[in-house]
């Protein structure tokens, strides 16, 4: 039997592939339920398979590649709370599968390349992230994964990232001018020339956004430089730094949190959410539970763990405005 959900929430998960989003959908699994979140691809809407797009020299990020009046009509109806046969993008042979059903859900999140891209797409979405890794970390993290679990090469990674680079640019990127959070991984400040195990992450928070209220340290609206190490938080050298304060982005109003550094004890960063308000944690204490619960998930020692975690209860937060008040998400104890 399938449950008919009151209201369909639509989440938007942007970034380019070997971002992070498949570990940051694994953390909205835990923090959701797997029955209560469907997750779409989009890559199952490219029109061009992979010898069309050889063939044309365009390539997945080019929206002429993605056929969006689809993706459209599918969304749209699940949102309105019925089944659609969607495509299936089949990325071991390159070619488009036969349709599967999909139902509605509780919670469609629409991950990959294009979610924000489509204005008719993009109205859709009841709250949005962006994940935006710079080229350095991008390329720590392709060559660890490429090469050790793919059998590539340095130079194959490097060349990968770079024919991508223009696409990228002119059609991913621009994504995030429209996004509710960005969460922005940097290299760290702290070290020179750290190659990118050291991260510097910032939750780039909209203001002004219906329902969603930005998470801050300390002071709403002031500017905080914070060095947390001392007797609560243990730091390893070169330590941890965090930033707190409004800023502007591509003209809009945002707030900004930012974590520089690794958390040598998972445990005590109940010190840190102590100081942070408006989380929309059900507990004290909910954010570092939900971190400790999956400490070996790649980023649970830095702010991307963090801050992905904080992600994923504003968008608990919007889940549970928008839909009718019983069918609140259970807090994980
Ligand atoms: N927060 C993180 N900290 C360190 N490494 C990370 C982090 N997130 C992801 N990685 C590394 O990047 C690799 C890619 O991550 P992941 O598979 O989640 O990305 P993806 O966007 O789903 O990629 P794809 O679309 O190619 O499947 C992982 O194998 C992991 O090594
Ligand atoms: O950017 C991507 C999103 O995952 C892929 O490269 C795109 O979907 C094409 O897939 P493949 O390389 O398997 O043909």
């Known amino acids: 039997m399938t449950i008919k959900p009151d209201r369909v929430v639509i989440i938007g998960v942007a970034g380019d592939s070997g971002c992070g989003k498949s570990t940051f959908l694994r953390r909205l699994a835990d923090l959701f339920g797997e029955e209560f979140i469907t997750v779409i691809c989009l ?25 969006f009046d689809l993706m459209y009509e599918q969304i749209k109806t699940l949102k309105s709370g019925h089944s659609v046969l969607k495509p299936i993008y089949n990325h071991e042979t390159g070619m ?64 990968a990232i770079n024919a991508r680079r223009p696409d990228f640019k002119a059609y991913i990127d621009p994504q995030k001018e429209f996004a509710d959070v960005v969460i922005q991984v940097l290299p760290t400040e702290l070290l020179k020339d750290d190659q990118g195990k050291i991260l510097r992450v910032r ?15 300390f002071d709403e609206g002031s500017t905080i430089y914070w060095t947390p190490c001392g007797r609560k938080l243990t730091c390893s050298y070169p330590g941890i730094k965090m930033y707190y304060g409004p800023d502007s982005y591509y003209g809009h109003s945002v707030s900004v949190l930012e974590v520089d550094g690794q958390f040598d004890n998972l445990e005590e960063v109940i010190y840190i959410e102590s100081h942070l308000s408006n989380t929309s944690a059900k507990y004290q204490g909910e954010l570092t539970h939900l971190l400790l619960q999956h400490r070996e998930y790649p980023g649970s020692t830095n702010g991307t763990g ?8 504003k968008m608990r937060a919007t889940y549970e405005r928008l839909a009718a008040p019983e069918a609140k998400v259970a807090a994980t104890v």
């Open 203 to 217: 939750m780039i928070q909209r203001d002004g956004v219906e329902g969603l209220e930005p998470a801050y340290l």
């Open 306 to 313: 963090l801050f992905q975690v904080l992600a994923g209860l």
């Open 43 to 67: 890559d199952d809407y490219h029109c061009l398979d992979r010898k069309q797009r050889k063939e044309t020299g365009i390539t997945a990020l080019d929206p002429r590649a993605n056929n």
């Open 96 to 159: 488009i599968d036969p349709p599967e059903q999909i139902e509605p859900n509780h919670i469609i999140v629409v991950e990959g390349l294009h979610p924000l891209y489509d204005e008719r797409v993009r109205k859709l979405l009841d709250f949005s992230v962006y994940l935006d890794i710079s080229d350095e970390v991008k390329i720590a993290w392709k060559i660890q994964r490429d090469m050790s679990e793919r059998g590539h090469t340095y130079e194959d990674v490097l060349a």
